[in-house]
């Protein structure tokens, strides 16, 4: 099988290239060049900037492929750039979609809080809270406008009229939509898993807002990129899968998991949201600040486990280790974690908080 898998050099990308090289296939990278993975003297490259329309079709002319793995399709031009270049030339086209065109997570621009609150048409295109898990076909995105609205995150416009462009295709472009919810692994270069590793790693107190009742659902990037080459002999065409991995602990219990692959205490602080929203000058606001503690959106996977199979799919006991031992293995990317020049006012108010329980607690007795 030969497979084109268009930015193949970082994470997910770069496990589903080298996975296809192990199992003995053929690969072709199309990116700008500037990584180059330990495998790069095994596959073919092409070079060449994602978001160069004619310079892709260009580039691409006369190649025919058996997969593709796009990994870099963010909107509409790209979207349609990449039809133009590949159309009647590959056998099944696999591209990555986002748990975004969903709901609050990279649909808002900022999350809501207290002191920065947001409609309900702001923070939803359609409620789904009361429908999770969510399903495939509770998303038509075919009625999606092609204007930017602009109270809208760009990121989830972006890929919700990249979906669009799929859905309103020529019928003989094989197109699979996968719909990925925040992938961690090794490398991550989002940061939400160093986010917490590297606080939990400091021994100080962490701040939890609500206790980390809610649920988190994530995927795993080596066994996304399993599923993705999965899709090239399993399921349909045209149509589009959600992922994720099996488990959707509460927060508090995939942070105590870390902790324990890390063979560090947690020390939990919980804190009503609101009351951090209020009482601290911390960016509660913003996406990239204390991952997976407001408003999830759990997604299900039953259309890909009867379809597709998702039975490689590794425990989070397994996968967490996995991540943290690449971590503890390279601890630079904690030392760059997001946001840790608010450490020292996190672990200000954890204690705060911690002698006011107490206090109260005294005056109640």
Request: hydrophobic share 40%; net charge negative; with cysteine.
């Amino acid at each position: 099988m030969h497979v084109l898998i268009l930015g193949g050099t970082r994470y997910f990308g770069r496990a589903a290239a080298r996975q296809l090289l192990e199992s003995g296939h053929r690969v072709t990278i199309f990116s700008r060049g500037r990584v180059r993975p330990p495998f790069w003297k095994d596959i073919e490259f092409v070079q060449g900037d994602r978001q160069d329309a004619d310079g892709l079709v260009q580039q691409l002319a006369g190649r025919s492929f058996d997969g593709v793995i796009d990994n870099l399709c963010f909107n509409r031009q790209e979207a349609e750039g990449v039809i133009r270049a590949l159309q009647g030339q590959v056998g099944r086209y696999v591209v990555a979609s986002t748990v975004s065109v969903y709901g609050e997570g990279g649909h808002a621009r900022v999350r809501h809080t207290v002191r920065e609150s947001l409609t309900e048409e702001e923070r939803f295109a359609v409620d789904y809270r009361y429908r999770e898990p969510v399903r495939e076909s509770d998303l038509d995105n075919a009625n999606q406008p092609w204007e930017y609205r602009p109270h809208l995150s760009p990121y989830g416009e972006g890929k919700r009229q990249m979906e669009r462009v799929m859905l309103e295709s020529p019928a003989d472009w094989p197109f699979i939509i996968v719909r990925v919810p925040a992938t961690l692994g090794p490398g991550d270069p989002s940061g939400r898993f160093p986010w917490w590793l590297s606080r939990i790693m400091d021994g100080d107190p962490v701040l939890v807002p609500d206790g980390g009742t809610l649920a988190v659902q994530v995927g795993y990037s080596n066994d996304l990129a399993t599923f993705l080459i999965k899709l090239f002999t399993h399921g349909g065409t045209r149509t589009v899968y959600n992922y994720a991995q099996p488990e959707m602990p509460a927060l508090i219990n995939w942070l105590q998991a870390v902790a324990e692959a890390a063979r560090r205490p947690l020390h939990p602080v919980s804190v009503p949201a609101e009351m951090l929203q209020r009482y601290t000058d911390l960016p509660w606001q913003d996406w990239s600040y204390a991952p997976f503690t407001y408003c999830p959106l759990l997604m299900s996977t039953s259309k890909a486990e009867a379809e597709v199979g998702l039975d490689f799919r590794v425990s989070l006991r397994d996968w967490v280790q996995t991540t943290v031992d690449a971590y503890l293995q390279e601890p630079a990317g904690l030392e760059h974690a997001t946001d840790a020049g608010l450490r020292a006012q996190e672990v200000q108010f954890a204690r705060k908080w911690a002698d006011l329980k107490v206090r109260l607690g005294e005056l109640l007795r």
